[in-house]
């Protein structure tokens, strides 16, 4: 069963002066549970991809459906919600909020759910998991690239999504560090049974992956 | 509440110049409007010797015409006075008066010729006003009815001219004219600008000008009975000034009604001309265009400060909003967050106000005679508190509701990669 549906999405940006076709034409189609990577060159409209299906971003044409709902009739309210409840986001740079130490970081999410029991738990839950227990107080400028991703990750999951979305989440670590990453995805994946979509430009991470599509200018090649 | 906390502590440390100054702005302008708040109350708190304040009208001038383009208008003879304001209903007693002070030159046995306050007034003064007396007497009725010379002076005065508070009996120039003084009241603040004075005389109540019989030195006070209808005292005074115009009429003269006596907030907010109805709503305007402008300067300025905090924070908006949060929520986080400086600031600035009130004697002393402090209590009260954390808030909502709906506005992906986003 698909979880994620996209069909004949377009993006264009326009600016004053100039317009930009990031998306053409664009039907993908992931499977619950699938570990999905895509592929391309610079600037051929991946993260643009990512955010639509992220609901961080509207499509110029065609239409989303994730978990059986058509995201274009939701209000922005209602996306919101959609997001806390469905959707995990790693990003290439971590993205942690500065002002807050890790475990508020990674409480995000849960403080825009109504339920708010036993939050603490759920934190220290991830935090153990993830292995940046003891790391709760610490702020983000403390902490090394690969802590941070960490933390990121923790942040994605602690709010139970069925799908995370990752744009080169191991695009600013060192190759250790990354591989780590990449085991905690895949174990997420794995284990939890969360809907993994990644960006990557690195071909031996892609191969570890379910499936892996190509982009070029905008449109998926293979 | 805790997070908001945390994140004004972070903005301390990573923003100092900006996070301080939005204190210290937010405080000073705080200050600023309860300085004006107890300036305000000054003129209009009562408080001896005006402590009928609240019961006050004022009718300072008349205005007659002689035709078109001739008119002359000033203080008012003490005939005309009577008839058009002796014997309202509703008005306990009038005093035929001088509504200002003005200088005279003093000299006691002392031998120190000096500058004073003078204050001429007729004997119902003295129950108007609440003076204290310390020795001797209020001149009487057959006093001034008569014109002898005698002065009420403050002890401050009755110090200046004898070397003493002793001063019963003893004789003393006003304006190089002798004077016998019967009585010494308690010092005076010349905030109460309508019954302060160093030196009280028997004013002429039958002055009328050779020139003009209708006028002359005198204005009124007018004390009305609680809770009276001040338009109902007013048309009967419109009614006098009607009767006054059918007798005048043979003369070719009539004297233009400027809808007097005033209220005691008109009369002292707005400059009263002789020969214009003063407007009321002018009074109000003024005090809401002083607030406006003590709020919004400072809010614009506390906005772009706002502003510039923002958009430090945009990334983190751009997340937040990728992990569900509304942008209702961002706004109400953004107007929360700043209402905890804004508070800070106030709280800040209501101290300074205090000590302010409690020990700058500069707003309360004047060139002549000594200075008088109001009671704190007539500036620091919870109504002045009160406005002046109602004044907070408002500069909250002024300052903090554009950079936060500027905030709220952008898309996700837009905030998310905003370029002055600092990562980690
Ligand atoms: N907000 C925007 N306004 C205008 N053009 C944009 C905007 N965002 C992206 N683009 C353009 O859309 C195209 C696709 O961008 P996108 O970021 O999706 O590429 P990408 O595949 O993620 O590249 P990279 O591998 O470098 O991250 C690019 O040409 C980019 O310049
Ligand atoms: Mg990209």
Redesign the pocket.
């Known amino acids: 069963m698909a979880i994620i549906e996209l069909n004949n999405i377009g993006k264009v ?1 326009r ?1 004053r002066e100039i317009e ?1 076709t ?1 998306l053409e034409n664009v039907n993908l189609s992931v499977e619950k549970g699938e570990f999905l990577s895509i592929m ?1 060159p ?7 991809l990512l955010n639509i299906m992220g609901l961080l971003d509207n499509p110029t044409s065609g239409t989303v459906r994730i978990t059986d709902t058509d995201c274009a009739s939701l209000s922005d309210t209602a996306r919101a919600r959609f997001r806390n409840s469905n959707l995990g986001f790693v990003f290439q740079s971590f993205h942690l909020i500065p002002s807050l130490n890790v475990a508020a970081n990674i409480e995000l999410p849960l403080d825009y759910r109504s339920d708010s029991g036993q939050r603490q738990e759920r934190v220290r839950e991830v935090a153990e998991r993830l292995g940046i227990a003891h790391r709760l107080k610490h702020l983000p400028s403390q902490l090394s690239g690969g802590q941070c991703q960490r933390v990121a990750i923790a942040r994605a999951i602690v709010g139970r999504p069925s799908i995370i979305l990752a744009d080169e989440p191991t695009g600013n670590l060192d190759s250790r560090m990354g591989n780590e990453v990449m085991d905690l995805l895949h174990e997420l994946n794995r284990r939890d049974g969360i809907t993994v979509v990644m ?1 990557t430009h690195n071909e031996e991470q892609a191969r570890r992956t379910d499936r892996i599509v190509r982009f070029f200018d905008g449109r998926i090649i293979n | 509440m805790k997070t908001k906390l945390l994140q004004i502590l972070y903005d301390m440390r990573t923003q100092p110049v900006i996070a301080w100054v939005t204190v210290a702005g937010t405080a000073l302008s705080i200050f600023l409007i309860m300085v004006v708040l107890m300036m305000k109350s000054v003129t209009l708190t009562p408080f001896a010797p005006e402590s009928n304040r609240s019961r006050m009208m004022y009718a300072p001038y008349i205005d007659v015409r002689m035709g078109e383009n001739n008119s002359s208008s000033g203080c008012m003879s003490g005939e005309i006075a009577r008839t058009l304001y002796s014997g309202l209903d509703n008005v306990e007693e009038i005093s035929l008066m001088d509504l200002d002070l003005s200088p005279v030159n003093v000299k006691g046995t002392s031998g120190e010729r000096f500058v004073a306050n003078s204050r001429r007034t007729d004997a119902a003064f003295w129950e108007i006003f609440d003076h204290k007396l310390l020795s001797g007497r209020y001149y009487t009725p057959e006093e001034v009815e008569a014109g002898t010379k005698v002065a009420v002076v403050s002890e401050a005065t009755a110090r200046r001219l004898f070397g003493t508070a002793d001063a019963i009996g003893k004789t003393m120039q006003v304006d190089f004219v002798n004077h016998m003084v019967v009585g010494v009241v308690a010092n005076t603040s010349t905030l109460a600008t309508i019954g302060s004075g160093d030196v009280f005389t028997p004013i002429n109540v039958h002055s009328s000008s050779d020139y003009l019989p209708e006028m002359g030195e005198i204005s009124v006070a007018l004390l009305v009975s609680d809770g009276a209808d001040r338009d109902a005292v007013r048309r009967q005074v419109e009614s006098r000034y009607a009767q006054v115009n059918s007798a005048l009429a043979s003369e070719g003269k009539w004297i233009e009604y400027h809808n007097s006596p005033f209220d005691h907030k008109l009369y002292t907010t707005v400059t009263v001309y002789s020969n214009t109805t003063p407007n009321d709503s002018t009074a109000d305007a003024i005090d809401a265009l002083i607030y406006a402008l003590l709020l919004l300067v400072p809010a614009i300025n506390l906005s772009s400060m706002l502003h510039s905090r923002m958009r430090r924070r945009v990334s983190e908006i751009g997340i937040r909003r990728a992990y569900g949060c509304t942008r209702a929520r961002i706004i109400s986080d953004i107007v929360g967050e700043n209402l905890i400086v804004t508070v800070i600031g106030g709280i800040i600035g209501i101290a300074a106000g205090t000590l302010f009130a409690m020990f700058y004697d500069g707003l309360f002393t004047d060139a002549g005679g000594e200075a008088v402090r109001p009671a704190l209590g007539m500036l620091l009260n919870l109504r002045t508190i009160g406005a002046a954390l109602l004044a907070c808030l408002v500069l909250n909502v002024l300052s903090a509701s554009l950079p936060a709906w500027q905030a709220a506005r952008l898309s996700p992906v837009q905030a998310i990669n905003s370029a002055t986003n600092i990562n980690k």
Do not use: D, L
């Open positions: 940006f600016t930009t990031a391309g610079s600037g051929c409209g991946k993260s643009t960006v």
